[in-house]
């Protein structure tokens, strides 16, 4: 029997490295050598349970899982019923589609092991080709960066729109770029980490305020003028306020400010429940979008990624390898110690 090396969770805040068997394509299957995968916040939550809950007939327990589900990799083998694929192609991979269940979120393989199962492989489907002049790291920013496009896509913010990003995470940085490269005309950024912010003008963000030393109302409204709400009141100019952050400070923020039909748009998880103010939502006809995952853009961003990679690749703070993939995670959970991990699996 051959085995692979693969990581999994080991307990509250611990991973580790564990031989197991390498999957056997069947006939309409494809095994994926993975040559980089990210650590998503995802992984970071299950690391702060220590597993995952299994499911109810299992007794609900927390058990270990498999983690990694943003690989980038090379087929190094296809089933005789595979069309369109072969051995050697560079694939991204949709971690969702797939009948052993979700990738690396708690399904039978996870994408941060040395191969992967894909299971009825198919092209545009469950796996995407990039080019070879995309190196695999910058590849493996495919699935976060098509979270991030979601957003966007559902903001449906247009040339003339002035928008404000809350986080510059690799979600809020992802969006920035997303929303300039849809032509929109000013894109600012929020965060209270001032080399973030030095990231997202590095990326494209037109302008950048630090929410912790500066006043968010003053800014906004010197950077996108000044309206009002349905009651007359000033308000920034702001068209769309997109939440990257996760805090609820932000939902006070954008309802503090919102104009008459502003949109806030919802892609991060909410750590803590927020009390709403309905009264200021209702002030300012505030539209709330939220956005999920990516119904339709994981192989949509795919060639935009690769056409803009030196603008992605900024996104990535750290590449660590393999053999190194405990210190890997310890970053990922330490708070404003790495913003975006890769772990690369040589060659």
């Known amino acids: 029997m051959a085995t692979m090396k ?19 394509p069947g006939p309409k299957d494809a095994l994926v050598r993975i ?15 220590g597993g995952m809950p299994a499911r109810a007939h299992l007794g609900g327990e927390l058990v270990p899982v498999p983690l990694g589900h943003e690989p980038a990799g090379e087929i190094v083998e296809v089933g005789a019923e595979v069309t369109g694929l072969k051995a050697g ?29 894909i299971e009825n492989a198919e092209l545009g489907k469950n796996l995407a080709t990039f080019p070879d002049t995309v190196p695999f790291a910058v590849a493996a920013l495919n699935e976060p960066m098509a979270v991030a496009r979601h957003c966007v896509n559902r903001s449906e913010a247009g040339p003339d729109d002035r928008v404000v990003v809350f986080g510059a995470g690799p979600i809020g940085l992802g969006a920035a770029i997303w929303l300039k490269l849809r032509g929109v005309r000013h894109v600012v950024v929020a965060d209270v980490i001032p080399a973030r912010l030095e990231k997202a003008l590095a990326v494209g963000a037109d302008a950048v305020i630090d929410s912790a030393q500066e006043d968010m109302t003053a800014r906004l409204t010197e950077l996108h003028g000044q309206a009002a709400n349905a009651l007359g009141q000033p308000r920034p100019g702001t068209d769309i306020y997109i939440d990257a952050a996760g805090a609820p400070a932000v939902f006070d923020t954008v309802i503090a400010n919102a ?23 209702l002030r300012s006809e505030l539209t709330l979008v939220a956005s999920q995952g990516y119904p339709t853009e994981i192989f949509e961003v795919t060639p935009e990624l690769a056409e803009h990679q030196e603008r992605f690749a900024r996104l990535i703070s750290h590449r660590v390898p393999f053999s190194d993939a405990e210190r890997a995670y310890e970053l990922a959970l330490t708070p404003g110690a790495a913003e975006k991990v890769v772990v690369t699996l040589d060659a």
């Open 6 to 24: 693969s990581l999994w969770t080991a307990g509250v805040g611990k991973v580790e490295v564990l031989d197991v068997e390498r999957p056997v």
């Open 89 to 117: 192609d560079r694939v991204v991979v949709d971690p969702t589609d797939h009948p052993s269940g979700l990738i690396g979120c708690g399904g039978r393989y996870g994408a941060m092991s040395e191969y992967l199962l």
């Open 35 to 49: 040559r980089a995968c990210g650590i998503c916040g995802t992984d970071v939550s299950f690391l702060h349970m």
């Open 259 to 281: 104009k008459w039909h502003a949109k806030l748009v919802m892609v991060a998880v909410q750590k803590k429940g927020s009390e709403i103010d309905l009264g200021g939502m």
